[in-house]
């Protein structure tokens, strides 16, 4: 994994630059991303792997932006900004690769909204709303992937995962837990607590719950939250009736 | 000398699973590299030379050992495609789809394999006697289509003269 | 170890071969061993040991080259100097050729060495392979090996080595072509106290195997290279980071770095200098993307073989952070001679941009298959034709790949073309590693396409979305187009997932994966379009589930 983006110490003089984001000029920190400049600007640009405070990762490949001289699309989020760049981050092509990325992310594995936990509260769905991504014409692969309920508190459905290690990452870097990782390669990968086990039986995971915080799907998920568990418990209301009756 | 090495060597704190004398050699692994954790492909190499495969409890005992998380030893074991985590049969043929062997008939010989007993790339027979696994090119492209019977590279074969060769092993 | 010491150990070993009658030498690369050497070895090594009169050394050797004809058995005889080379020589065969030794030549098993097969290379690489004995250290000093490090070492400054090599204009020969004295300086330049040099040695293309036989037949040299950009970088750790598929050159690798620092040659104090250099090996595990410099770098770290973005390049942050130098088999391999003979001689061979020779792998429908070194800027058409000896049972010619899963196949027309970095790229593939696999009528290009798309399939490392989630689709629309299940829709979105996943895939695997797909569009875009249905049947083709099955 990548050390943490480059932070400076305090007392060392960083160098300002100067560089062009969709025509308006900006000044910024030699040590920042063009992610952070761009949203140090009020510049959007979408992403989905990247959260701040955990380290980049690079992976989603949402982000890309064109720079001028440069042979391909970079990640904006990995890339440091440097003199004279001239970037753009909303061109028609890169507009078609993002809306491409999201349909691979789609069809990749069972991504159904209206039967997802998450629905209304999902990072991907924004993106696809974002993006303008409103069908996808790669086939959907339909693997059928394991729902592991057995940890006490949180639930992992592998269907709603995007495989952005943002679990991993804040499991590793934050928690200090390590209970997370990836298995496999490829396609076959697949996010795993300790040695592939069930999650309830993981003797290193702590329950701190924040592999759930930080998941941008309902791949993660806090027990209780899904339609079908929202149970309503009205067995009290004889009860309390009688009582009353008894006065 | 590496940096980030332990100046002082960690010693191993472990029991091993069991008294099997291999352990031993798994630890004199570990303990060459000072037990850091930039030995786990090279450990994870000696355990399945000695034990045939990864099985849960060794990927157990090296990540003690060399203290890092479980579901990063199992990560990286299931990364490698060289290493199995299930037990091999008595023989193993290796049939190379390296280009060179793609362009010279190597499907013949996996369709051929799987006429015979049933088995694709990556199984194993029932009595355990034969295991088939793909390679992506062993470099012997010159003698193509190759296979590696119980570790002997085998070069230009047919389906007919490759079946021979593994009923003579098995 | 010293000039002089160098020197006697070569006047050594020249008096001994004075004393002999003949030298029989049998080659024990990996190719001939499969085709039963070995025992071709042991048979003539016991005729040897019979044979009252003495003076008859066999010698075991590194690979000679023509593969497809093994086992390949050499002999030299001393007075008068002559060469016979033999080929497809089977254990039954050495009582035979070892009594023709000191009569006519047998000429049942006689493989000439005037074909262009041999005629037509210029070896600097593979000078040695297939002459000396991999095995033993004496034999490379007496062919002139590591006097380059040891006058290096004591003779030259840093400086001047990387002079050479920039003078030299070599390029990297593990696929990009990046020049190799450009990465030696910024490395060179880095003022981190810690460097670190790196052999890649994972040779992953399939269909390429120069590396694997640099290795079985000379280690030394790649060792001698390796020190050499050590010291011209300030580096005193190195690693090979090889393929543990390939087991015989591991073992011949371990066996080399062992007598080289017992001679002083490798470890501390090198030539009693205060230039220390030691080289640790590095198993692979069966990961095509650790080829890729930043994965390889995470898997000598012990971690899941995956890229990460650069910058930072590796000659800035690379392993442990600090800054590293990667370099290829062969391009270490190089570097020797260049310090030997000077850049201005190596520069002087090839062409103006891509200088030096270039070992290929030649396999597949061809006649010779094997290993060759050329120099830079020879015609594709002499590759094939002469020193190939061209498509075997009368069939035609279709097409030759290059550059492995990351090139292209180039057709007919493109066979008077030069070969060298950029006209290879212009043409839509790349010079790779060097695997060169020909291709007649018989292959059709749509089935190479995929066959090419599932290896880049599997071997995706899973991180970045548009290689992991992209191969798999442009794989399924291959099959279907293939299968002949597919119309034009199917064909243009392929077009379209190619250009995504070139575009933005986060590693050199990823953008490099359609390049087979694209270059067979460009030169064979009629077997696509001949698999096509028409626009009006895409809809029935998906599969219908009724009730009566």
Not at chain 2, 14 to 42: C, F, Q
Not at chain 3, 92 to 104: M, Q, R, T
Not at chain 3, 174 to 198: D, Q, R
């Amino acid at each position: 994994m990548p050390g943490p983006p480059v932070t400076t110490a305090p007392g060392v003089k960083v160098r300002v630059v100067t560089l062009k984001i969709n025509e308006h000029d900006i000044g910024a920190r030699e040590t920042d991303s063009i992610l952070d400049v761009a949203q140090a600007n009020h510049i959007r640009i979408p992403s989905l792997c990247f959260l701040e405070g955990l380290s980049t990762w690079g992976a989603c490949r949402l982000c890309v932006v064109e720079i001028e001289g440069y042979p391909r699309p970079v990640s904006a989020c990995s890339t440091t900004v440097s003199e004279g760049m001239v970037i753009t981050t909303h061109s028609d092509r890169l507009k078609r690769y993002r809306r491409t990325i999201l349909e691979l992310l789609f069809a990749e594995r069972n991504h159904v909204c209206s039967v997802c936990v998450s629905n209304g509260h999902c990072e991907l769905q924004d993106l696809a709303a974002e993006c303008g991504m409103d069908h996808v014409r790669v086939p959907y692969r339909n693997q059928p992937y394991a729902i592991d309920s057995t940890h006490e508190m949180y639930r992992v459905d592998h269907n709603r995962c995007v495989l952005c290690t943002r679990c991993v990452r804040v499991c590793d870097e934050i928690e200090g837990a390590h209970t997370w990782d990836v298995k496999g390669r490829g396609i076959e990968c697949q996010v795993i607590t300790d040695l592939n086990q069930p999650w309830g039986d993981s003797s290193s995971c702590t329950s701190c719950g924040k592999c759930v915080q930080v998941c941008p799907t309902g791949a993660l998920v806090k027990k209780g939250t899904a339609a079908g568990e929202m149970e309503k418990h009205d067995e009290f209301l004889p009860y309390l009736a009688q009582m009353r009756g008894n006065q | 000398m590496l940096m980030d090495r332990p100046r002082t060597e960690r010693s191993a704190v472990v029991a091993p699973p069991d008294d099997d004398k291999r352990w031993k050699i798994i630890d004199v692994t570990m303990r060459r590299n000072g037990y850091s954790g930039h030995a786990l492909i090279e450990t994870l190499h000696a355990v399945q030379s000695y034990f045939g495969y990864l099985e849960d409890r060794s990927l157990r005992y090296v990540a003690m050992s060399l203290q890092l998380p479980l579901s990063k030893v199992y990560g990286v074991a299931t990364f490698y495609h060289l290493f199995t985590l299930k037990p091999q049969g008595e023989h193993t043929c290796v049939v190379c789809t390296g280009t060179a062997c793609y362009i010279k008939g190597s499907r013949d010989l996996v369709a051929a394999i799987e006429n015979r007993y049933g088995i694709k790339p990556g199984q194993t027979t029932a009595d355990d006697a034969l295991s088939v696994l793909s390679a992506r090119c062993i470099g012997s492209c010159g003698v193509a289509p190759t296979v590696v019977l119980d570790g002997d590279v085998l070069g230009e074969q047919t389906p007919d003269g490759l079946i021979a060769e593994i009923e003579e092993v098995l | 170890m010293n000039l002089e010491d160098l020197a006697e150990i070569a006047e050594q070993s020249a008096e001994a071969e004075k004393k002999q009658r003949h030298c029989v030498r049998v080659c024990m690369a990996a190719s001939c061993q499969s085709s039963g050497a070995g025992a071709v070895l042991d048979g003539l090594r016991q005729h040897a040991e019979q044979d009252a009169e003495g003076g008859v050394h066999v010698k075991s050797v590194g690979c000679m080259g023509l593969c497809s004809a093994g086992p390949l058995v050499s002999v030299d005889a001393t007075e008068p100097k002559t060469e016979v080379m033999y080929k497809d020589v089977t254990p039954d065969d050495a009582a035979e050729l070892y009594s023709s030794l000191d009569g006519d030549p047998l000429e049942r098993l006689r493989c000439s060495t005037d074909i262009p097969f041999f005629a037509r290379q210029q070896r600097i690489v593979l000078k040695n392979s297939g002459v000396i004995d991999p095995e033993h250290i004496d034999d490379y000093i007496a062919a002139g090996g590591y006097a380059s490090l040891v006058r290096a070492v004591t003779e030259r400054t840093p400086a001047d080595v990387l002079r050479e090599v920039k003078q030299s204009g070599l390029r990297g020969r593990g696929g990009g072509g990046y020049p190799a004295g450009l990465k030696w300086s910024t490395v060179a330049m880095a003022p981190e106290p810690h460097k670190f040099v790196i052999c890649n040695a994972d040779e992953g293309d399939p269909g390429a195997f120069m590396d694997r036989a640099v290795l079985e037949s000379d280690p030394h040299r790649v060792l001698e290279g390796m020190a050499l950009a050590g010291y011209a970088i300030g580096a005193e750790h190195a690693y090979v980071y090889i393929r543990a598929e390939y087991p015989l050159a591991v073992e011949r690798l371990k066996k080399a770095i062992k007598q080289a620092t017992k001679k002083g040659l490798l470890g501390r104090r090198i030539s009693d200098t205060t230039f220390n250099f030691e080289i640790e090996i590095r198993l692979g595990a069966g990961a095509f993307v650790c080829g890729e410099e930043t994965a390889l770098m995470a898997s000598i770290e012990g971690l899941r073989g995956q890229p990460r973005p650069r910058p930072p390049y590796p000659a800035e942050e690379g392993l442990w952070e600090c800054p590293t130098l990667i370099n290829n088999v062969e391009t270490l391999a190089n570097i020797p001679a260049i310090l030997a003979r000077g850049g201005d001689w190596f520069k002087g061979i090839g062409t103006e941009k891509s200088t030096g020779t270039k070992v290929f792998a030649l396999a597949g429908r061809i006649a010779n298959s094997g290993l060759i070194e050329v120099p830079m800027g020879i015609r594709l058409r002499e590759i094939v034709e002469q020193i190939g000896g061209g498509i075997p049972d009368g069939r035609r010619f279709k097409a030759v790949q290059t550059g492995g899963p990351s090139g292209g196949c180039l057709p007919e027309e493109h066979l008077d073309m030069s070969v060298e970095y950029d006209t290879l790229r212009s043409a839509g593939s790349i010079m790779g590693s060097g695997g060169m696999i020909v291709m007649d009528e018989t292959s059709s290009m749509v089935d190479v396409a995929r066959y090419f798309m599932e290896f880049c399939m599997t071997e995706s490392c899973g991180k970045c979305v548009p290689c992991r989630a992209g191969t798999v689709q442009m794989h399924g629309l291959l099959d279907k187009i293939a299968e002949g299940r597919a119309t034009q829709t199917d064909l243009d979105l392929l077009e379209d997932l190619c250009d995504v996943v070139q575009a933005t895939s986060l590693c050199g695997l990823g953008q490099t994966a359609p390049n087979p797909v694209l270059s067979t569009l460009r030169y064979f875009r009629h077997e696509y379009d001949e698999k096509l249905r028409p626009e009006s049947e895409r809809w029935p083709l998906l599969p219908v589930v009724t009730g009566d099955n």
